[in-house]
Protein backbone atom coordinates (compact mmCIF):
# COMPACT_ATOMS: atom_id res chain seq x y z
CA UNK A 1 0.00 0.00 0.00
CA UNK A 2 1.34 3.10 -1.19
CA UNK A 3 1.46 6.34 1.33
CA UNK A 4 -0.88 7.88 -0.94
CA UNK A 5 -3.47 5.23 0.56
CA UNK A 6 -2.11 5.94 4.09
CA UNK A 7 -3.26 9.72 3.78
CA UNK A 8 -6.63 8.36 2.27
CA UNK A 9 -7.10 6.01 5.40
CA UNK A 10 -6.26 9.17 7.49
CA UNK A 11 -8.76 11.30 5.62
CA UNK A 12 -10.99 8.67 7.21
CA UNK A 13 -10.40 9.99 10.76
CA UNK A 14 -12.50 12.62 11.74
CA UNK A 15 -9.75 15.62 10.89
CA UNK A 16 -9.22 19.20 10.25
CA UNK A 17 -10.19 20.30 13.63
CA UNK A 18 -9.35 23.64 13.28
CA UNK A 19 -10.90 24.02 9.85
CA UNK A 20 -14.49 25.25 8.94
CA UNK A 21 -16.27 23.36 8.65
CA UNK A 22 -15.46 21.18 11.93
CA UNK A 23 -14.83 17.95 10.08
CA UNK A 24 -14.40 15.80 13.90
CA UNK A 25 -17.73 14.08 14.67
CA UNK A 26 -20.43 14.80 17.91
CA UNK A 27 -21.31 11.41 18.49
CA UNK A 28 -19.61 8.32 18.29
CA UNK A 29 -20.04 6.33 14.92
CA UNK A 30 -18.80 3.49 12.72
CA UNK A 31 -18.80 4.12 9.18
CA UNK A 32 -17.90 1.48 6.49
CA UNK A 33 -16.27 3.23 3.66
CA UNK A 34 -14.59 1.82 -0.06
CA UNK A 35 -11.10 2.74 -0.93
CA UNK A 36 -10.34 3.41 -4.42
CA UNK A 37 -6.62 4.67 -6.32
CA UNK A 38 -5.56 4.53 -9.58
CA UNK A 39 -2.50 2.36 -8.12
CA UNK A 40 -4.71 -0.24 -6.33
CA UNK A 41 -8.21 -1.90 -6.29
CA UNK A 42 -10.52 -0.79 -4.10
CA UNK A 43 -10.44 -1.63 -0.55
CA UNK A 44 -13.25 -1.95 2.53
CA UNK A 45 -12.00 -0.25 5.12
CA UNK A 46 -14.55 0.28 9.05
CA UNK A 47 -13.59 3.85 10.92
CA UNK A 48 -14.65 3.48 14.45
CA UNK A 49 -14.80 7.07 16.50
CA UNK A 50 -14.92 7.78 20.02
CA UNK A 51 -16.19 11.70 19.97
CA UNK A 52 -15.41 11.96 23.73
CA UNK A 53 -11.97 11.36 23.65
CA UNK A 54 -11.29 11.95 19.81
CA UNK A 55 -9.81 8.41 19.23
CA UNK A 56 -10.22 6.85 15.90
CA UNK A 57 -9.43 3.13 14.63
CA UNK A 58 -9.41 2.14 11.00
CA UNK A 59 -9.10 -1.15 9.74
CA UNK A 60 -8.84 -2.43 6.56
CA UNK A 61 -8.08 -5.56 4.46
CA UNK A 62 -4.88 -6.15 4.70
CA UNK A 63 -4.85 -7.50 8.57
CA UNK A 64 -3.52 -4.58 10.26
CA UNK A 65 -5.20 -1.72 11.77
CA UNK A 66 -4.94 1.68 12.72
CA UNK A 67 -5.16 3.95 16.14
CA UNK A 68 -5.27 7.26 16.20
CA UNK A 69 -5.46 9.88 19.09
CA UNK A 70 -6.57 12.90 17.36
CA UNK A 71 -5.31 15.57 19.76
CA UNK A 72 -2.29 13.72 21.06
CA UNK A 73 -0.60 13.51 17.30
CA UNK A 74 0.15 9.82 17.82
CA UNK A 75 -0.45 6.86 15.49
CA UNK A 76 0.30 3.45 15.86
CA UNK A 77 -0.60 0.44 13.58
CA UNK A 78 -1.07 -2.99 15.13
CA UNK A 79 -0.03 -5.84 13.22
CA UNK A 80 -1.48 -9.02 14.52
CA UNK A 81 -0.14 -10.83 12.04
CA UNK A 82 3.27 -10.11 13.78
CA UNK A 83 1.66 -9.90 16.95
CA UNK A 84 3.27 -5.93 16.68
CA UNK A 85 2.60 -2.29 17.47
CA UNK A 86 4.21 -0.04 15.17
CA UNK A 87 5.37 3.29 16.02
CA UNK A 88 5.21 4.97 12.82
CA UNK A 89 6.48 8.78 12.48
CA UNK A 90 5.79 9.11 8.96
CA UNK A 91 1.95 8.23 10.35
CA UNK A 92 1.87 10.23 13.34
CA UNK A 93 3.22 13.46 11.39
CA UNK A 94 0.62 12.86 8.79
CA UNK A 95 -2.30 12.90 11.13
CA UNK A 96 -1.01 15.64 13.01
CA UNK A 97 -0.46 17.49 9.96
CA UNK A 98 -4.65 16.76 8.99
CA UNK A 99 -5.87 17.03 12.53
CA UNK A 100 -4.41 20.65 12.71
CA UNK A 101 -5.08 21.72 8.86
CA UNK A 102 -4.25 25.08 9.64
CA UNK A 103 -3.77 26.98 5.86
CA UNK A 104 -6.67 24.69 4.35
CA UNK A 105 -9.37 26.06 2.45
CA UNK A 106 -13.27 25.55 2.48
CA UNK A 107 -15.51 26.25 -0.69
CA UNK A 108 -19.03 25.09 -0.51
CA UNK A 109 -20.15 23.45 -3.90
CA UNK A 110 -23.40 21.72 -3.16
CA UNK A 111 -25.15 19.43 -1.03
CA UNK A 112 -25.16 15.26 -1.81
CA UNK A 113 -26.13 12.05 -0.15
CA UNK A 114 -24.30 8.72 0.45
CA UNK A 115 -24.69 6.03 2.18
CA UNK A 116 -28.34 7.06 3.18
CA UNK A 117 -27.31 10.78 4.45
CA UNK A 118 -27.41 14.08 3.46
CA UNK A 119 -24.06 16.22 3.65
CA UNK A 120 -22.66 19.42 2.43
CA UNK A 121 -19.59 19.49 -0.90
CA UNK A 122 -16.89 21.55 -0.32
CA UNK A 123 -13.76 22.18 -2.31
CA UNK A 124 -10.79 21.75 -0.01
CA UNK A 125 -7.76 23.14 -1.12
CA UNK A 126 -3.91 23.52 0.56
CA UNK A 127 -0.51 23.26 -0.32
CA UNK A 128 -0.93 19.40 -0.64
CA UNK A 129 -2.98 19.40 -3.05
CA UNK A 130 -6.97 19.59 -3.48
CA UNK A 131 -9.33 17.58 -2.54
CA UNK A 132 -13.84 17.03 -2.83
CA UNK A 133 -15.60 16.51 0.56
CA UNK A 134 -18.98 15.73 1.60
CA UNK A 135 -19.55 16.26 4.93
CA UNK A 136 -22.60 15.59 7.38
CA UNK A 137 -23.80 18.50 10.10
CA UNK A 138 -22.57 16.25 12.53
CA UNK A 139 -19.56 16.09 11.06
CA UNK A 140 -19.08 13.02 9.38
CA UNK A 141 -16.99 12.63 5.81
CA UNK A 142 -19.32 10.64 3.81
CA UNK A 143 -17.18 11.58 0.66
CA UNK A 144 -13.55 12.08 -0.35
CA UNK A 145 -11.75 12.40 -3.54
CA UNK A 146 -8.20 13.98 -3.16
CA UNK A 147 -5.60 14.40 -5.51
CA UNK A 148 -1.79 15.58 -4.51
CA UNK A 149 1.82 14.94 -5.90
CA UNK A 150 1.07 11.09 -4.87
CA UNK A 151 -1.85 10.58 -7.20
CA UNK A 152 -5.68 10.55 -6.66
CA UNK A 153 -8.11 8.62 -4.06
CA UNK A 154 -11.48 7.92 -3.77
CA UNK A 155 -12.96 7.45 -0.60
CA UNK A 156 -17.11 6.92 -0.47
CA UNK A 157 -19.11 5.75 3.02
CA UNK A 158 -21.29 2.66 2.36
CA UNK A 159 -22.81 2.83 5.61
CA UNK A 160 -22.81 4.77 8.57
CA UNK A 161 -23.66 3.52 11.92
CA UNK A 162 -24.25 6.07 15.43
CA UNK A 163 -23.57 4.15 18.84
CA UNK A 164 -21.27 4.14 21.97
CA UNK A 165 -17.46 3.32 21.35
CA UNK A 166 -16.07 2.09 24.02
CA UNK A 167 -12.18 3.23 25.14
CA UNK A 168 -10.90 -0.11 25.13
CA UNK A 169 -11.61 -0.79 21.25
CA UNK A 170 -8.80 1.69 20.64
CA UNK A 171 -6.18 0.38 22.59
CA UNK A 172 -3.74 -1.59 21.28
CA UNK A 173 -3.46 -5.51 22.51
CA UNK A 174 -1.56 -6.36 25.64
CA UNK A 175 1.15 -8.43 24.91
CA UNK A 176 2.25 -7.08 21.77
CA UNK A 177 5.73 -6.06 20.96
CA UNK A 178 6.35 -2.47 20.16
CA UNK A 179 8.59 -1.79 16.98
CA UNK A 180 9.61 1.53 16.18
CA UNK A 181 10.12 3.22 12.75
CA UNK A 182 12.54 5.19 10.97
CA UNK A 183 11.02 7.93 8.77
CA UNK A 184 10.56 6.35 5.53
CA UNK A 185 10.15 2.98 6.60
CA UNK A 186 6.45 2.68 6.68
CA UNK A 187 6.32 3.39 3.32
CA UNK A 188 8.17 0.06 2.59
CA UNK A 189 6.65 -2.16 5.17
CA UNK A 190 3.07 -1.46 3.44
CA UNK A 191 3.84 -1.71 -0.11
CA UNK A 192 1.86 -4.76 -1.53
CA UNK A 193 4.19 -7.83 -2.19
CA UNK A 194 4.54 -9.02 -6.09
Known sequence: MKILALAAIAALTPVL????????????????????????????????YNATQQLARVDGPNGYYVLANLPGAQAEIVVPAMHAIVQAPD??????????????????????????LEC??????????????CITQDGVVLHFTGQNAQG?????????????????????????????LPPGALQMLLQPQG
Open 152 to 180: NTDVTATSVAYGPQPPENFAPPAGFTPLN
Open 120 to 133: RKYLVTDQHGTARA
Open 91 to 116: FSALTAEIYQADNAKFTPIGSGHYAG
Open 17 to 48: AKAAPSFLPTRDVTVNYTLASPAQAAGAYQLS
